[in-house]
């Protein structure tokens, strides 16, 4: 696979990414706690 496959990959991957976290925010009002946390953990290693 070439570097350029793996950036489209993984450009994809963000857009559902976000777009799954924009939709959580839009019908709960706020991000639960332990995926903020999750994300703090993977951040970090």
């Not at 696979?1 to 963000?14: G, P, R, T």
Request: a negative charge; charged letters at 40%.
């Amino acid at each position: 696979m070439s570097e350029e496959q793996v950036e489209q990959i993984s450009d994809k991957i963000n857009f559902w990414y976000d777009f799954y976290e924009r939709s959580l925010i839009w019908r709960y009002g706020h991000i639960p706690a332990e995926r903020k946390e999750g994300e703090k953990e993977a951040l970090e290693h």
